[in-house]
Structures are given as structure tokens and as C-alpha cells.
């Protein structure tokens, strides 16, 4: 079946670059999301990418997508405190799995000050 | 409604007593989805309805759970004999899912479960 994985945890300091890292094992994947979830929230979309796309950029985010090696991270430039949070990584299949998405554990990014 | 809703937003039952957690999804959304958040799991998926389709129950961890969509719309999470394991947060979401684009779902704020 699908697999999404990550790395649990992220630290950096204010102004600094974050990158969160993230792979996945269906070669089928149509979309790839990333999103966020802010404490005793539900999760709220940040982007997407389409799979044959190896690059989206919005703002201070950047997406990069290598299909080869079924690896996605997701850089936020700038990151602030406000930036802290778990940021989900998720793929939705081709054919009959195409409505439904897998998401990773999540990665908890704090960032201090 | 402008969101998904989720009542109630805080549950704490006794282990073996039954819970119902609800969701409203956003108005028109074809897709209706329940996840599970626990600690050290990540984002389980459990439950997803799509139209009149038969849903994709893959995800459900026992026959303790249930879950029912009446009129396309709003859904029904059930939990039968409820254990101590079963403490998490359950997140519904609702997308419009196309044969094609990306399936963006909206996240309802959850409805955290504890069983003592």
C-alpha cells in the first residue's frame, strides 16, 4: 500500500531557512500536498504540486518534487516564530485511489527565537 | 456551512461505553473523509465516502468502528465498547473531488476522544 514518511522533528532559529523533507512509495501519486496544523486546530492546506512538476515556488515557500527518488520537501525562506507548527506531507494515487490522500506522521517545527 | 464542523469538540467516556462523533461537512463537497491523530502516529486514515459509492472502509482499525453518511452529507463516526487506545483526536474533512486537479480537502477542527 502507500506509504508516506518523515522526519518527527525540525529546529531552527528565527529568520533562518527550514526545509522539511518527505517520501513516498506510490508511483501512481498524481498530487502531492503539504499541510499545516497549528496547535488545537484541524490541518489547513499550504500547497500542492503536481507530480510532474519538479518545482513550485509561492511566497516564502518552495516545493521541490523529485519523482525518480519519490522525494518532496518543502522550504520555508524567512521562517518565523509563527512558522511553528506540524507540517504533513500527503500524495493521492492514480486510477481508483485518486480521491483518497496518505499522509505522513508529520514533522513538528519549532522555531526559536 | 462556511467550514467543516465536528461536535462535540471534547468526548471523555468510561472504556466500554459507546461515543458517536459527528461531522458537517461544506456544503456540495461529494468526498467526506475521517482521520485519526494520535500521539507518536501521525495521521491515520480510516474512513472515506465519495458520492453514492460504496466507502472505502479500508482504514477502520476493528469492527468496533463504524462510520455512516445519510443524504451525502453529514456523517456519523461510531465507537462501540471503547478502550483506552482508542484516545485520539478524529479529524474529518470534506473535499470536491474531480476525476482530475488536486483533491484539496478542508480539515474540521476535531474532535478529541478520551477514554478513561
Known amino acids: 500500500g502507500e506509504d508516506v514518511e518523515q522526519s518527527l522533528f525540525l529546529s531552527v532559529r528565527e529568520g533562518d531557512s527550514s526545509v522539511i523533507n518527505c517520501t513516498y512509495t506510490?508511483?501512481?501519486?498524481?498530487?502531492l500536498y503539504w499541510y499545516k496544523q497549528e496547535p488545537g486546530a484541524g490541518l489547513q492546506l499550504l500547497t500542492y504540486i503536481f507530480s510532474n512538476m519538479d518545482m513550485k515556488q509561492d511566497q516564502r515557500l518552495t516545493v521541490l518534487l523529485n519523482k525518480k527518488d519519490k522525494h518532496l520537501s518543502l522550504r520555508i525562506a524567512d521562517t518565523q516564530t509563527g512558522d511553528s507548527a506540524i507540517y504533513f506531507c500527503a500524495e493521492n494515487g492514480g486510477g481508483t485511489s485518486y480521491g483518497k490522500l496518505t499522509f505522513g506522521q508529520g514533522t513538528i517545527l519549532t522555531v526559536h527565537p | 456551512g462556511a467550514g467543516v464542523s465536528q461536535s462535540p469538540s471534547n468526548k471523555v467516556t468510561e472504556k466500554g461505553k459507546d461515543v458517536e462523533l459527528r461531522c458537517d461537512p461544506i456544503?456540495?463537497?461529494?468526498?467526506l473523509y475521517w482521520y485519526r491523530q494520535s500521539l507518536g502516529q501521525g495521521l491515520e486514515f480510516l474512513i472515506y465516502f465519495q458520492g453514492n459509492s460504496a466507502p472505502d472502509k479500508s482504514g477502520l482499525p476493528s469492527d468496533r468502528f463504524s462510520a455512516e453518511r445519510t443524504g451525502g452529507s453529514v456523517s456519523t463516526l461510531t465507537i462501540q465498547r471503547t478502550q483506552q487506545e482508542d484516545s485520539a483526536v478524529y479529524l474529518c474533512?470534506?473535499?470536491?473531488?474531480?476525476?482530475?486537479?488536486?483533491?484539496?480537502?478542508?480539515f474540521g477542527a476535531g474532535s478529541r476522544l478520551t477514554v478513561l
Open positions: 506510490d508511483s501512481s501519486s498524481t498530487y
Open positions: 474533512a470534506s473535499s470536491l473531488v474531480g476525476t482530475s486537479g488536486a483533491n484539496v480537502l478542508t
Open positions: 456544503s456540495g463537497h461529494t468526498a
